[in-house]
């Protein structure tokens, strides 16, 4: 177990540093300090290996305790919390170097890669984002008549063009202004979204 988890965290790093198609299996081995073999007989093939290590950093980064009511939390509250969690997660280096890398091998042919990002990344999100919605749901707390897209809109609020603007390198995460934008609209996100489907 010891070995997987150093492989996965040479990998993780590696494939965001890198991208997809300049990270070798070699380069994994080596920085996690076993060999290749080790490395084939844990996940079979380079895309497995990608596969795992994209889930394992999307539940590190967005677990699923996150989407959760907490006891004396208001509604509001407890989206305020996912808005400014997921409005972080979102322009933060680590995750725009994860979009540029596969960006990066989706136009060397590598697309099936792209799919894997959107189930164990966005898709996951959202399959969370629709539990939560559909308990509010039932207890009356708000009206949702197709919840689905309801929890895709609430995440599209929330990345605006901030998410674009970073990958494209338009604005340097550490600029203040743009940290205050980031907080300003997740609220305003959250404002929105409780203005469409709040229970009147």
């Known amino acids: 177990m ?3 988890a150093a ?24 920085q996690a300090g076993v060999s290749k073999l080790t490395v084939y007989s844990h996940f079979g093939d380079k895309a497995s290996l ?9 539940q590190a ?9 907490a006891p004396g939390d208001t509604l509001r509250e407890a989206l305020l919390k996912i808005a400014g969690h997921h409005a972080h997660l979102m322009t933060n280096p680590q995750t725009i170097g994860i979009w540029r890398a596969i960006a990066s091998a989706c136009g060397s042919g590598e697309a099936v890669l792209g799919q894997m990002l959107w189930e164990e990344g966005p898709m996951r999100s959202r399959r969370l984002m629709q539990v939560l919605l559909a ?3 039932r207890a009356g707390t708000l009206v949702i008549d197709d919840i689905p897209r309801a929890a895709s809109q609430f995440l599209c609020l929330l990345k605006g063009d901030l998410h674009t603007r970073r990958l494209l390198g338009c604005v340097d995460n550490a600029c203040e202004q743009f940290k205050q934008e980031i907080i300003d609209n997740a609220e305003s ?3 929105m979204f409780l203005r469409a489907y709040k229970a009147r």
Not at 7 to 30: K, N, W, Y
Not at 50 to 58: D, G, H, K, L
């Open 2 to 4: 010891e070995k997987r």
């Open 135 to 137: 308990e509010q749901v």
């Open 7 to 30: 492989i996965l965290q040479a990998a993780q790093e590696l494939f965001t540093d890198h991208g997809f198609e300049h990270t070798s299996m070699d380069a994994v081995a080596s």
């Open 61 to 69: 980064m967005v677990p699923e305790e996150l989407y959760v009511v």
């Open 50 to 58: 990608f596969r795992e290590a994209v889930r394992q950093r999307c």
């Open 189 to 191: 996100a959250v404002d």
